[in-house]
């Protein structure tokens, strides 16, 4: 046992329940989970050996919210969770070796399938480094497991097998959803094999054995509607094996996913999902009717990224969302039914979860499909609902909400600026939140709480955004490595967040903390932000200075003052995101770019060990540490139990 378990999570569950914190999450994503030798594909679940046991590990430093990123199904050439499916689950993360554990599927998956396929790929197993994705191996390997089960599940599909009744009630199941998501996928999968390409922008060009009119078979242009049901139907009939297959896979990660839950819950985990706001290529041919065909969606010019972010996502055609009825009632459209059915799936599926970018469900910021120069465009782009009269953009005018004399007068304040619009009136505000009502009234259809839905609201907060979320008490993302120390009013200082908001040094899309300390030693950013920190941690005035100065001077306590200062509210969620947790340095993603190793920083093998290491040069979250300086910077108001807390949590620290 390595010395960071020596105590279990008792004084770190007491610490927060007396610093107020409700939620204490650490995030990962699937593909960054750690695997065990014999199991490790190049690539991590939450279902593997590997997985599970990091679920333990979390809980056994006091985690007792794990959230995860996107599942969807990713495309071929593009590892990033955000560009996947909505609602087909990527088969890169069936774990082959607790699936041959499950009695239920003994006769269907088999640990030497997965021996043979990695014995093929040993010498590149050995080129690859052991915290890095391999996504090309990982899609080979998983896809040929699952090709091997599904040869051996046609021998039990039509008896009377336990496994075969599961997976007809699970077809069952998908059929009967809200809308028709699994037979798109189905057909789409069908005709990705069949033509060797999984981009149906493709189609027809790399293969001529598809029809022009598998590009549209649920977008039909007037008249072709009884071909494309006839071209369905015979999609369905010609490839049998393989949309059987696909569907396999996706029952076999339902049974893979009801056991991690399970797990979770006995280890006192809630498990957090992530409602992504981009759309795959899939989904985009699948549900073509439902978008705008003229503008995309992205993100505006921001302190982040001031040069804007041209995502290239459709966007949801306001009328497919909504209509106006005689009584001036909001009368729901098929958009709206297919975000329910979309939030709905994910929070059967989870405990909670994150919304991605919540602007693209209230105001989105759009461009336009046609312009040459995508970054030229999203500059000059506007929000959806708010463009009454730019004369670049006249057919947004049927979609505004406000007039023009309800938007700032200033000629220099940008488009894109919080404050753009001004005041909103009630009903305003209700037309706004037409799309995000329908998220909250599907978690409220689960059993879900308000506050179990985590608006990821960065840098930019326009004015729309802001009024519906309050209005519903939502809170918002506030990331501290990117607090002004001179602006006492930035966002992102944690004095300036409320009770519901989620608080974290960094995610996905920043640098690690420890990077960024590095990287800014002896600036004055460093030193500036050190005062702050004293004035947070420290009670007594006269004390501070010194603080300011030690920290400053370290770059290892200056991180650990980082993490305490999260647990000081007013916020009381906080978040780690795994790189921040154990004291990595390299990037896991770079907004808005393309690169080898984007979304490919995943958690080693002998995670413990290296963590322990860490923690004893000081070079990693000392989560124990952290809170006690935490509670002594409250214990004038904590009470009598503050001095036994820390004390315990002072004991089962490393040096």
């Avoid at 075969?164 to 005709?191: H, I, N, P, T």
């Avoid at 393989?242 to 006995?266: C, D, P, Y």
């Avoid at 609902?385 to 007039?403: E, M």
């Amino acid at each position: 046992m390595t010395s960071y378990e020596e105590h279990d999570a008792h004084w770190i569950d007491a610490a927060l329940r007396l610093l107020g914190i409700r939620r204490f999450a650490l995030a990962i994503h699937d593909a960054s989970f750690p695997s065990t030798l014999e199991e490790d594909i190049g690539r991590g679940s939450p279902y593997s050996r590997g997985g599970l046991g990091f679920l333990q590990f979390a809980r056994s430093l006091g985690f007792n919210t794990v959230q995860l990123g996107p599942e969807g199904k990713t495309a071929r050439s593009d590892p990033s969770p955000y560009n996947g499916c909505i609602f087909s689950k990527s088969i890169l993360s069936l774990a082959a070796l607790t699936l041959a554990e499950d009695d239920r599927l003994k006769k269907v998956v088999s640990a030497g399938d997965l021996d043979r396929l990695l014995s093929r790929g040993e010498n590149r197993r050995r080129e690859v480094h052991p915290d890095r994705v391999d996504y090309t191996m990982a899609w080979e390997v998983s896809h040929g497991v699952l090709q091997s089960a599904h040869a051996r599940f046609r021998a039990l599909r039509d008896t009377a097998s336990d496994i075969a009744m599961a997976f007809q009630r699970f077809l069952g199941v998908q059929k009967s959803a809200r809308v028709d998501w699994f037979e798109r996928d189905c057909v789409y999968e069908a005709l990705s094999l069949a033509s060797g390409v999984d981009d149906w922008r493709l189609w027809g060009r790399e293969s001529g054995r598809l029809l022009p009119l598998d590009q549209r078979l649920y977008c039909p242009a007037s008249g072709e509607e009884k071909a494309c049901r006839r071209r369905i139907a015979q999609v369905f009939r010609k490839n049998e094996a393989s949309i059987e297959q696909f569907a396999l896979g996706q029952f076999l990660l339902h049974l893979q996913h009801e056991r991690m839950r399970e797990e979770a819950r006995s280890l006192g985990l809630l498990v957090y999902g992530d409602m992504h706001i981009g759309c795959s290529h899939q989904d985009w041919w699948a549900w073509r009717s439902l978008f705008l065909h003229d503008y995309l969606l992205g993100a505006p010019p921001s302190r982040t990224n001031p040069e804007g972010q041209p995502w290239g996502y459709p966007v949801l055609d306001p009328r497919k969302i909504c209509s106006i009825g005689p009584r001036g009632e909001i009368v729901p459209g098929q958009a709206l039914d297919f975000v329910r059915a979309r939030a709905g799936k994910l929070l059967a599926e989870f405990d909670g979860m994150r919304i991605d970018h919540p602007q693209g469900l209230v105001c989105p910021w759009v461009y336009r499909a046609d312009d040459p120069d995508p970054f030229r465009a999203v500059r000059d782009g506007a929000r959806l609902y708010s463009a009454p009269d730019f004369p670049d953009h006249p057919g947004l005018r049927q979609f505004s909400l406000v007039r023009p004399d309800r938007l700032n007068p200033d000629p220099g304040h940008p488009r894109f600026g919080d404050e753009h619009v001004q005041d909103l009136r009630p009903e305003q505000i209700e037309r706004y939140a037409v799309v995000l009502d329908a998220v909250l009234k599907s978690a409220k259809s689960a059993g879900r709480r308000p506050d179990d839905i985590l608006g990821e609201v960065l840098s930019t907060w326009p004015t729309p955004l802001k009024a519906v979320m309050r209005q519903r008490g939502m809170g918002r993302f506030c990331i501290t490595q990117k607090a002004d120390p001179h602006d006492p009013n930035d966002v992102y200082r944690p004095e300036n967040t409320s009770k519901n908001d989620w608080i974290m040094v960094g995610n996905h899309d920043t640098k690690p903390l420890w990077l960024v300390a590095e990287e800014r030693k002896s600036s004055e950013w460093i030193r500036d932000r050190s005062l702050l920190l004293a004035c947070r941690l420290v009670p007594e005035p006269e004390r501070r200075p010194e603080f300011a100065s030690r920290i400053a001077t370290d770059h290892r306590l200056f991180c650990e003052a980082m993490f305490a200062e999260l647990f000081l509210g007013p916020a009381q969620n906080v978040s780690v995101f795994f790189a921040d947790l154990l004291g990595e340095r390299r990037l896991y993603n770079q907004p808005g770019t393309v690169g080898e190793h984007n979304w490919t920083l995943r958690v080693p093998g002998d995670y413990r060990v290296l963590y322990s290491q860490r923690l004893r040069r000081g070079e990693a979250l000392n989560i124990r540490r952290a809170l006690a300086l935490a509670v002594e910077a409250r214990a004038g108001i904590l009470g009598p139990e503050a001095g036994e807390v820390v004390q315990r949590l002072r004991c089962g620290t490393i040096a």
